[in-house]
């Protein structure tokens, strides 16, 4: 996804057309972002997608290969865009976000089969909902063969598929998300009812409040840094980059938590999405995560 941000005092009701404060272009998607966030801390990253055959795919297939990511993206799509996600940010940092996925639609199972043919293994597969199901269902088939620990991010949220649930070794909603897939808001006793639906592969981020995670029959808050949010956006993909990242390198679910909890958090201390991503030098220094080369 490409992101086009505006910033706003106040943002347009019905109807109504107000100034804004400032505009950037910016690259993004679920995907994108973990993906950047993951080579950031020193994975190996192979990303498999598509794009469209215009300005804004020929942009991401440059910024993505600088950032050291093994690209799978195909040839560009004609047809469509490549996906767009045009974002509203407050003062406050918070956001409204709606995505027009374009070219991720073109995420097939036969596609995800072609690129990943000649991958020897990985540690960690990460899948968002950008793109269809059934593509991640194949991917993360992928996963159990070459023994890797397969992260779901449900997002944008939706029903999941059975079979993706099924071959998930985490799931990573966000407040709003686990509400929209388990029916309720996520308070501990609504976590605790979902991980044991999940056989406890469960984190739950929570903004500003930091995550939640189910161990055994309680819930593990881990907290967020005391920053000073000025853009949260991307700060829920940064988290799962990191939370991938640490599952790679032989982290428990709580350590994970932890790094993921501090590269969430310091992306809101700046503007953008990728542009915000915390070093891993600042990742280490604040949670003490050693060096590695998952993929």
């Given at each position: 996804?490409m992101?086009?941000v505006?910033?706003a005092?106040?943002?347009?009701?019905p109807?109504q057309?107000?100034?804004g404060t400032e505009?950037r272009?910016?690259?993004?998607?679920?995907g994108?972002n973990?993906?950047?966030?993951a080579a950031?801390l020193?994975?190996?990253?192979?990303?498999?997608n598509?794009?469209?055959?215009d300005?804004?795919?020929e942009?991401t297939?440059?910024?993505?290969a600088?950032?050291g990511?093994e690209l799978?993206?195909g040839d560009?799509?004609?047809?469509v865009?490549?996906g767009v996600?045009?974002?509203?940010?407050?003062?406050?940092?918070?956001?409204?976000?709606?995505?027009?996925?374009?070219?991720?639609?073109a995420?097939?199972?036969?596609?995800?089969?072609?690129?990943?043919?000649d991958?020897?293994?990985?540690?960690c597969?990460v899948?968002?909902?950008e793109v269809?199901?059934d593509?991640?269902?194949e991917?993360f088939?992928?996963g159990r063969?070459?023994g890797?620990v397969?992260v779901?991010?449900?997002?944008?949220?939706?029903?999941?598929?059975?079979?993706?649930l099924a071959?998930a070794?985490w799931?990573v909603?966000?407040?709003?998300?686990?509400?929209?897939?388990?029916?309720?808001?996520?308070e501990?006793?609504?976590i605790?009812?979902?991980?044991?639906?999940?056989?406890?592969?469960?984190v739950?981020t929570?903004g500003e409040?930091?995550a939640?995670v189910?161990?055994?029959?309680?819930?593990?808050?881990?907290?967020?840094?005391?920053?000073?949010?000025?853009?949260?956006?991307?700060?829920?993909d940064?988290f799962?980059?990191?939370f991938?990242?640490?599952?790679a390198?032989?982290a428990d679910?709580a350590?994970a938590v932890?790094?993921a909890?501090?590269?969430?958090?310091?992306?809101t201390?700046r503007?953008?999405?990728q542009a915000?991503?915390?070093?891993?030098?600042?990742?280490?220094?604040?949670s003490?995560?050693p060096?590695?080369?998952p993929?």
């Open positions: 996804m992101d086009l505006t910033y005092d106040v943002l347009p009701g109807g057309t107000l100034r505009f272009l910016g690259f993004g998607g679920k994108a973990q993906a950047v966030m950031v020193g994975a190996d990253v192979v990303f498999v598509r794009v469209g055959d300005l804004f795919g942009l297939r440059k910024h993505l600088q950032q990511i799978r993206l560009p799509i004609g047809s865009s490549t996600a045009p974002i509203w940010v407050e003062p406050s940092g918070a956001n409204r976000i709606i995505i027009v996925p374009g070219a991720n639609e995420v097939t199972p036969d596609a995800v089969r072609a690129d990943l043919a991958v020897p293994g990985a540690d597969v899948c968002q909902l269809p199901q593509a991640i269902a991917a088939r992928f063969r070459w890797a397969n779901l991010n449900p997002a944008p949220a939706g029903a999941i598929h059975d079979d993706v071959l070794d799931i909603p966000n407040e709003s998300e686990f509400e929209v897939i388990f029916g309720a808001p996520p501990d006793a609504a605790l009812r979902a991980a044991a639906g999940l056989e406890g592969r469960l739950v929570l409040h930091g939640a189910a161990v055994g029959d309680a819930v593990r808050h881990v907290a967020a840094l005391p920053v000073r949010p000025t853009d949260t956006t991307g700060a829920g940064a799962v980059g990191g991938s990242y640490a599952l390198m032989g679910a350590e932890r790094v909890t501090v590269c969430g958090s310091l992306s201390e503007h953008g999405t915000s991503f915390p070093s891993a030098e600042e990742v280490r220094l604040r003490g995560l060096g590695a080369d993929a």
